[in-house]
C-alpha cells in the first residue's frame, strides 16, 4: 500500500512496484485521484490518511503487508500553515506506526525522512550519518520527530520501519510540489517553455540533490535488504550529487545556448542556507549497497528531453 502514491516520488514508486510484484498487489492511495492512465494499472482508492478508519478498512480488505507512508506538506508550504503542517506530518505518520503495532500482518513500513532534519549548526559539507540534527523549519523538525518515533517502535515494539533522507529529488514526470530543492525542477521546466527562469536561491547555493531513478532505486534495494544487515534503525543518509543554480544553468545552455536566468532569493532562502551542501552516505553503501548512476551531465540531458517530450517539443 502506497499512501501519497500521485506525488512526484509516489506516482513513480507505484509503477516500479508493481513491475516488481504485479498491478494488482500494489495498492495506490493519495488523498487526490490520479491520471486517467495511473487509474488503469491497478487497484487504488481516495484516502486521507488522518482518516484512521478508512486507512484500517483498507489495509484489512486488501491484505496489506508492507505500507509506504509518503504524504506530507513540504518545506516551503509548510513555512506558510506551520501548525498545520506539523499536525498533518506527524499525525499522519502515528497513525501508520500504532496501526502496524496493532496488525501482525504489516511486517515492514518506508517513511521517508529529509535533509530538512539537519539545521544551521549541522556540517555542511559531507555531512555525516551520525551528527547534529537542530532543523529551524517546520518540515525539518517533523522530519526530525519522525526519525526519532520510528527508532522508538522499532525498538520498542520490534517492528520494521525503514527511511531515506532524501535529498533534493528531480523529476520530469511530475511537477514541483513545494519544496525548496524544486528550483533544480522548475528550471528545466521553464528553459524549454520560456528561455528563462527567475531562481528563488542564489546562484551559488549548494544543496544535495539526486535523480528520480536513483531514489526509486534507493528505496526498493533499501526494502529489499535483509534487516540483520541494516545498522540504523532511525534513517539513512543519501547524497545524489551536489550543484548550485549557477552549475545547473551553465549545464542547461550547452543544450540551450539562448537560455537566460535571473536570481530573487525568497524565503527558501534561508532554508537552503540551514540544509547541507554535501552528504556523506557511506553508511547506506556498506549497508545495502547503494549506488547512484546520474551525475549533472546525465541528469541535465535526460530532463531536458523528458520535458521537451512532455510539451510536445523536439
Not at 136 to 160: C, F, H, M, P
Not at 221 to 243: E, P, R
Not at 250 to 264: A, M, T, V
Amino acid at each position: 500500500m502506497i499512501i501519497g502514491a500521485f506525488g512526484q516520488i509516489g506516482s513513480e514508486l507505484v509503477v516500479e512496484l508493481r513491475n516488481i510484484y504485479g498491478n494488482e498487489n500494489v495498492f495506490a492511495t493519495d488523498i487526490k485521484e490520479p491520471y486517467e492512465d495511473m487509474k488503469k494499472q491497478g487497484p487504488w482508492a481516495v484516502l486521507d490518511v488522518l482518516d484512521t478508519k478508512r486507512l484500517v478498512h483498507y489495509v484489512i480488505r486488501h491484505k496489506i503487508t508492507q505500507i509506504y507512508h509518503l504524504a506530507a506538506v513540504l518545506s516551503g508550504n509548510a513555512e506558510k500553515i506551520p501548525i498545520q503542517a506539523w499536525h498533518i506530518n506527524m499525525e499522519s505518520l502515528m497513525n501508520i506506526l500504532d496501526l502496524a503495532k496493532e496488525v501482525p500482518e504489516i511486517n515492514k513500513i518506508f517513511w521517508p525522512s529529509s535533509i530538512a532534519v539537519f539545521g544551521p549548526t549541522t556540517p555542511r559539507q559531507k555531512t555525516p550519518q551520525l551528527t547534529v540534527t537542530e532543523p529551524n523549519t517546520v518540515y525539518g523538525i517533523s522530519k526530525l520527530a519522525g526519525e526519532r518515533w520510528i527508532e522508538y517502535y522499532n525498538q520498542k515494539y520490534g517492528l520494521d520501519i525503514r527511511s531515506i533522507r532524501y535529498p533534493g529529488l528531480i523529476s520530469y514526470k511530475t511537477e514541483p510540489g513545494g519544496g525548496t530543492t524544486d528550483y533544480a525542477v522548475e528550471i528545466f521546466y521553464e528553459a524549454i517553455k520560456n528561455g528563462s527562469y527567475e531562481c528563488f536561491l542564489s546562484e551559488n547555493s549548494y544543496l544535495p540533490m539526486q535523480f528520480m531513478d536513483d531514489a526509486i532505486k534507493a528505496t526498493v534495494t533499501l526494502m529489499q535488504t535483509d534487516k540483520s544487515k541494516l545498522s540504523i534503525q532511525s534513517s539513512y543518509n543519501v547524497g545524489g550529487i551536489s550543484f548550485s543554480p549557477k552549475e545547473i544553468y551553465e549545464e542547461i545552455k550547452i543544450h540551450l545556448p539562448e537560455f537566460k536566468i535571473s536570481y530573487k532569493p525568497d524565503f527558501r532562502q534561508a532554508i537552503a542556507d540551514s540544509w547541507p551542501a554535501s552528504i556523506d552516505d557511506t553508511v547506506a553503501q556498506k549497508d545495502w549497497g547503494l549506488k547512484n548512476v546520474y551525475d549533472i551531465k546525465k541528469l541535465t540531458e535526460v530532463m531536458l528531453r523528458g520535458v521537451s517530450e512532455k510539451f510536445g517539443k523536439k
